[in-house]
């Protein structure tokens, strides 16, 4: 099947700096992803749709400025977080549609930790 | 706004008891749903969903339009179905709405 690719898994940052977090997929093209928050014990909430080339879609209530979001190729996103501070702390998880584009295939997560 | 709803965020049973885990939504057109799941130290992955009327490692699992649910179904629990499982809802775009999810622990 599918593989979506995230990287790095665990980042640890001091808070004022920007984290880039890189979302792959292998063997397949993705002219859309999608970038989700997920707080421990809760839910995933879908943070912005990546469009290849053009700007990315922000769900309600996300900052753009403060999340960007470049898709720079069919086969690659990517997720900034500027000036992070330690409410940014979070689990980030990228999915990209597969073929059928009604299945999501999801990367493994990134946990960003803001010191 | 479209919504699903996930009641239980525990669901215990024992090995070879029946299992059901609750979905109910909320969505003005015809809805497309599934149910994805996580085991221990993986990734989200699709487990079922509706359109395709499969039964995928046991489960299965009906949308009844009238009670606008989608329950996860399975006749007799294995312990390696312990995981957390998600209640997805796709929105226009591939967008995905996601229940609060449920562990579902499996004893021996």
């Known amino acids: 099947g599918a593989v979506v ?26 002219t859309t992803m999608f970038w989700y928050r ?32 470049n898709h720079a190729s069919l086969t690659l996103s990517t997720l900034t977080v500027t000036s992070a501070h330690p409410e940014d702390s979070s689990f980030y998880i990228c999915s990209a549609p597969g073929r059928g584009q009604d299945i999501q295939y999801f990367g493994a997560g990134t946990r960003l930790s803001v010191l | 706004a479209q919504r699903v709803t996930q009641p239980e965020k525990l669901l215990s049973v024992f090995k070879g008891a029946p299992v059901e885990l609750k979905c109910n939504y909320s969505y003005s057109g015809s809805p497309e749903l599934f149910w994805y799941v996580q085991y221990s130290r993986q990734r989200l992955q699709l487990l079922l969903r509706h359109i395709s009327r499969e039964s995928i490692k046991g489960f299965t699992a009906d ?5 606008t649910s989608f329950h996860l179904k399975k006749p007799f629990a294995q312990e390696e179905d312990s995981a957390m499982y998600y209640c997805a809802l796709a929105e226009y775009g591939n967008k995905l709405v996601f229940g609060a999810g449920t562990i579902l622990r499996v004893k021996s």
């Open chain 1, 5 to 30: 690719s995230q990287h790095p898994s665990r980042v640890i940052c001091k808070s004022g700096t920007s984290v880039k977090i890189e979302c792959r997929s292998l063997d397949f093209q993705a």
């Open chain 1, 38 to 69: 997920q707080f421990p014990k809760q839910s995933l909430m879908l943070m912005a749709t990546s469009n290849e080339g053009s700007k990315a879609t922000y769900e309600q209530g996300v900052e753009k400025d403060k999340f960007l979001i």
């Open chain 2, 63 to 67: 949308l009844n339009k009238g009670e």
